[in-house]
């Protein structure tokens, strides 16, 4: 039974408060009005269809995160930033546009095994002609055995992944570990997230700012 309500029931929200003082204390008052936003469509999309919160919360960021590299965001060459410091700096990368979405929908009541973080290699054009480049969207399974909608900041629009020929998996992962690959019926590996420095070291981060 308790294994029924852990997979049922939304991840605890973190304390408003709490988010705001940090937010301040980090950034400055002037992203408070979008974080209050955010925490408000968290709200508001828990009693909606998958289907529905899916769409609120990959429109949420692709419309008010701009993107932009780590390099110009934090200095560093690769930084996964928490929800939180994504809305503070209202800019991210890839990493951060998935990541802030994973979080997002967890909060909204999506169970963490309907998500994957997946890795890919992304197929651009520019005016030099075609070029791949590393990627990361985020994946949802209403089934296990079920094609993953994907929620990418380069397209807008929520597509199975048939539908994106330009996106080559390498692997996947969520907060119950690494997967070789995509398919949703894939059992995670044994080394759990440890052999992801990068994701282990963002789920810890999360968890001190408040989100399980």
Same mark, same amino acid.
């Given at each position: 039974?308790? @294994?029924?309500?852990?997979?049922?029931?939304?991840?605890?929200?973190? =304390?408003? $408060?709490?988010?705001?003082?940090?937010?301040?204390?980090? @950034?400055?008052?002037?992203?408070?009005?979008?974080?209050?936003?955010?925490?408000?469509?968290?709200?508001?999309?828990?009693?909606?269809?998958?289907?529905?919160?899916? #769409?609120?919360?990959?429109? @949420?960021?692709?419309?008010?995160?701009?993107?932009? =590299?780590?390099?110009?965001?934090? /200095?560093?060459?690769?930084?996964?930033?928490?929800?939180?410091?994504?809305?503070?700096?209202? /800019?991210?990368?890839?990493?951060?546009?998935?990541?802030? *979405?994973?979080?997002?929908?967890?909060?909204?009541?999506?169970?963490?095994?309907?998500?994957?973080?997946?890795?890919?290699?992304?197929?651009?054009? $520019?005016?030099?002609?075609?070029?791949?480049?590393?990627?990361?969207?985020?994946?949802?399974?209403?089934?296990?055995?079920?094609?993953?909608?994907?929620?990418?900041?380069?397209? $807008?629009?929520?597509?199975?992944?048939?539908?994106?020929?330009?996106? #080559?998996?390498?692997?996947?992962?969520?907060? =119950?570990?690494? @997967?070789?690959?995509?398919?949703?019926?894939? *059992?995670?590996?044994?080394?759990?997230?440890?052999?992801?420095?990068?994701?282990? =070291?963002?789920?810890?981060?999360?968890?001190?700012?408040?989100?399980?």
């Amino acid at each position: 039974m308790l @294994f029924l309500l852990a997979l049922c029931c939304p991840a605890a929200g973190p =304390d408003r $408060t709490a988010l705001q003082q940090q937010l301040v204390a980090r @950034f400055g008052p002037g992203r408070i009005g979008l974080l209050d936003d955010w925490l408000q469509l968290v709200a508001a999309a828990k009693p909606l269809d998958e289907g529905r919160k899916l #769409q609120a919360i990959n429109d @949420f960021f692709n419309r008010h995160i701009v993107f932009d =590299d780590d390099l110009n965001i934090w /200095r560093q060459s690769d930084y996964w930033a928490t929800p939180l410091e994504t809305i503070g700096r209202g /800019r991210g990368d890839c990493e951060d546009f998935a990541i802030a *979405k994973y979080y997002s929908l967890r909060l909204a009541g999506v169970p963490v095994a309907r998500m994957r973080l997946v890795y890919v290699k992304a197929r651009l054009s $520019t005016g030099a002609g075609e070029v791949q480049q590393a990627h990361m969207v985020l994946a949802y399974y209403a089934q296990p055995s079920a094609e993953p909608l994907v929620l990418d900041n380069l397209q $807008t629009a929520i597509q199975p992944a048939s539908r994106r020929p330009d996106l #080559q998996p390498v692997f996947s992962f969520n907060s =119950d570990g690494i @997967f070789a690959g995509v398919s949703g019926a894939l *059992k995670a590996s044994s080394g759990g997230i440890g052999r992801l420095s990068r994701w282990q =070291d963002l789920l810890q981060r999360a968890r001190a700012e408040g989100f399980e």
